[in-house]
């Protein structure tokens, strides 16, 4: 009879396409506490879950390089596993576009492991065809094509952190209009309508961590009373989103390049979400990006 005072040993199998981000994600559930095990043989999986007695948290990461793997064969033995009462079992995909996943492989100069003497996008669209059973049968699904590491790290971070009073997940991002939007917004803010510290002497080469751009931004009119409004809305809104249920909340700040003003209103909006009670994560998406006349033109 299984101790129901006890829970079971949490098992979660991480897969994904080769270059989409799966080792990221198990060192972030390292972090976390989870013991990992990367490119695990599939037929040694029996003997080892089920046998912690300290039921710890399990993270096994196994793709296409990995020794027997067979999408197929790894559902059925996951399947039996979930029958057990001294087991969860959990499975993430992590995907990728192929488009973003060639540029990665070119950039790296690392072959791929399915392309076998051909092109590196051969062996992404291989690779995808033998995942497709894992990707339609995963619990949780992560795509990284618009992922910075730090933006995926943040996002296994706020899925699988055990903390005893779970709380929303606030995220602050800024970005480039230019450069592409977010890949999960739920609130936009056009940072736009500000004047572009971009085209000011000195002010090009710095960004909106930096004080000068900053007393430029507050300077510009139309800052105040409209940020003012933003603030307002948030501190309304958070609270009402929270009473729903939500897990996570991700706000992004716009401008044209995402390097001044959108940057600048991230931090300073995650300040006011500081003071009001939360406690959200800044991720500035374009910070790095390099100052680009023609983009600050659109």
Avoid at 133 to 156: E, G, M
Avoid at 162 to 183: L, Q
Avoid at 191 to 212: C, I, K, S, Y
Avoid at 250 to 258: D, E, K, L, S, V
Wanted: aromatic fraction near 8%.
């Amino acid at each position: 009879m299984v101790d129901d005072s006890q829970p079971g040993q949490e098992i979660l199998l991480v897969t994904g396409v080769s270059g989409g981000g799966k080792s990221t994600a198990l060192q972030v559930l390292e972090d976390l506490g989870w013991e990992t095990i990367d490119n695990f043989p599939i037929r040694l999986l029996k003997r080892l879950v089920g046998g912690s007695e300290d039921n710890s948290r399990l993270a096994i990461g196994v793709d296409s390089r990995t020794r027997g793997f067979a999408p197929d064969e790894i559902i059925a033995l996951f399947k039996k596993l979930e029958q057990r009462e001294d087991i969860s079992v959990t499975t993430m995909f992590v995907d990728c576009g192929s488009g973003e996943l060639e540029r990665r492989y070119n950039e790296t100069r690392r072959p791929h492991p399915m392309a076998r003497g051909r092109t590196a996008m051969d062996g992404i669209k291989a690779e995808r065809e033998l995942l497709e059973p894992l990707r339609r049968w995963a619990d949780v699904l992560i795509d990284t094509t618009d992922y910075s590491t730090n933006h995926l790290q943040q996002v296994v971070r706020e899925r699988f952190s055990d903390e005893a009073e779970p709380r929303m997940s606030i995220t602050v991002t800024s970005f480039g209009f230019s450069r592409g939007m977010p890949p999960v917004a739920d609130l936009v803010f056009d940072m736009r309508f500000l004047d572009n510290p971009h085209w000011v002497e000195g002010l090009r080469e710095q960004t909106g961590l930096d004080e000068a751009v900053g007393r430029h931004i507050v300077a510009d009119p139309g800052f105040a009373p409209v940020f003012d409004r933003i603030l307002d809305l948030l501190r309304e809104a958070l609270p009402r989103y929270a009473a729903q249920g939500r897990s996570y909340l991700n706000i992004a700040f716009g401008c044209t390049g995402g390097r001044h003003r959108s940057v600048f209103s991230a931090e300073r909006a995650a300040e006011a979400l500081r003071e009001a009670g939360f406690s959200p994560t800044v991720i500035h998406r374009n910070l790095g990006s390099r100052p680009a006349d023609p983009l600050e033109r659109r």
